[in-house]
């Protein structure tokens, strides 16, 4: 039985849909790939023609060296606790913030929210210098407080959990106040457990933001035992006695702890991403 | 009795009108000191030369003059920052709609496709860009490809001409997953209905695309853009990493020069270049807000 020409032509289309999307994909794969197999070669195969698609022979030897001839594992160490506190400092802040500037009634409210929402456009370039001066007089600088300090809240944070905030009813809010709750108390147990999906886009952004930030830590380290990972790695790209392959491995340990958190969390990832956009 | 009840609204008062601003005390006091301060202080620092080592000197606009009409790499990086956003723009927010065009055909694991194209997406541009510098390399992968082909080997990132062009590919790949998701997510939220109707009024996959789907997405596609070119105006990590501004320039973007001047102790002529960014951000800031506003 002859194919029908309208199902075929469905087929057909299907197919050229497929293809594109899978050619795209490797495209994306691909440069990734090919650094987790550069960190795997001996640097003389890096360039290799033909290239070398699967490592031979393997080697663990660039893992071995940016893990202890440079501190790569230090610099995992500080990226991890700088994320940390940052994130930690975020959620406590902004949340509180974010609930203060929907659901409380005080003097002045509507107009300091107006004043963030225009400090918002404000791009950081415009007071970092002044800022980092300010790191120096405070001899912050090369210390964890300029990583931490500055960043403990931001506007975008208390914008976004005001947001959600906004979407709890009154209601509960004043059923704990009749039972006695007091104001602290009823952020604490009734709005907090409530805005828990903002908070975890909230945890998204800012560890996601901190763990790849670069020019700020770039600007107020210059000392090795501060380093973040991101930092680490420009500055052994730059050195020109280091080869490719060990700046893979740097690359890779950079890389691979968003990478998991985000295979693991990527719903909450792409739902955060998307929900500022919808929503505007 | 009486003293009860004093003490009562006393603290009644407390709660209604000190509490609240114990409870932003924090924000605020971080967005004065580390915001609003420096913001003045660097609008100060623009008028005046200094250095950061000896006493500022007041020179009025003298920074802003001779960067405008004087220094021929600023308005150097400024075309180069221009074309670095128009060839972004030019192609990241249509890739990333036709692949969401795409993936909203009812394929296949559609999430298996998404998180390939989201994965740079979330990986630092300091990861991403040294993961080009090596595909770019004059022995790269890229070269040995094009050598094989019997091509000539291109100067990724060596070549004056080319650099830049590079350097927007890369950030392109790096950030056209997102606009992917975004369009993904508008498109999945607009009513099947309105596709039925159409289709019953006999409207054609144009048709529908032209005035049902492009509509729909009008408010996100301006997002799109207005978030793209405030954010490609501030283009950096990719140019310290990749080519330091070089060769002669010819990858040197705004703030790529912003932070040579501050390495170079020209604290108040940095200050300047950042005031001028921010008034570039302001126009597109503003139009966004004219643009939405328009649709409500």
Redesign the interface.
Known sequence: MAVHPKTFRNSFSRII??L??IG??V???V??Y??VG?SLKLEQN??S???QWIPNPLTWANYIHVLTRIPFSRYFANSVFVAAVTTLGHVF??T??G???AK????F?DQ?FFV?LL?L??????????????MATLHWTNTYLALIV?N??S?FG?FLMRQFMMTIPNELLDAARIDGC???GV?RKVALPLALPGIATLIIFTF?GT??D??WP??VTNSEKLFT??VG??QL?MKNTSN?AQ??A??VL??LP??IV??FM?RQ??EG??AG??K? | MTAISTSHRLKRSF???T???M??I???I??I???????V??LW?SLNDYT?LTAAKFVGLNNYIKLITDDKIFIRGLLNTTVFVLLGMSIGPTLGLL?AL??N?N?RFR?????????????????VS??????Y?Q???FN??L??LGLHKVGWLSNPHVALISVAIASI?QGF??ET??FL??LQ?IPRELYEAAMMDGAGAWAQFRFITLPSLK??I???YIIGI?GSY?V??QV??MTDGGPVYSTTTI?YY??NR?MNHK?GY??AI??I??AI??IF?YMQMRL?REKA
């Open positions: 849909l497929y594109i999307l795209s994909a495209m994306m794969i440069p990734f090919w650094s550069t890096v360039y023609n033909p290239p802040f902004d509180l913030a609930y203060t500037f409380l009634k005080f003097p409210r300091i963030m400090a456009m404000v791009p950081f370039q415009v007071n970092l210098i002044p800022l980092y001066k300010i500055p403990l809240t506007i208390i007091n104001e602290f952020f996601m763990w790849n670069f020019l770039r600007i990972l991101p790695l420009a790209q490719v700046i893979m740097g690359t950079t890389a968003m990478i985000f295979l990527q990832f792409i991403m998307t956009a919808l505007e | 709660q209604r009108h509490l609240p601003y409870f932003i924090v924000p605020m971080s967005m000191v580390f915001l609003f301060i420096p913001m202080v660097s620092w950061g692949t795409m993936l055909q394929v999430s298996i496709f998404r998180t390939a194209y989201y994965l740079p997406v979330m990986t630092s541009l300091v990861v040294t993961i080009w510098v090596m595909l390399n022995n790269g992968l040995t490809i050598e094989n790949w997953g997102f998701v975004v997510a508008a939220s408010p996100v301006i997002f799109v405030i501030q950096f990590d310290f990493v703030v912003l932070f501050f604290l940095a200050s950042a005031y960014l921010f951000l302001v800031s939405t």
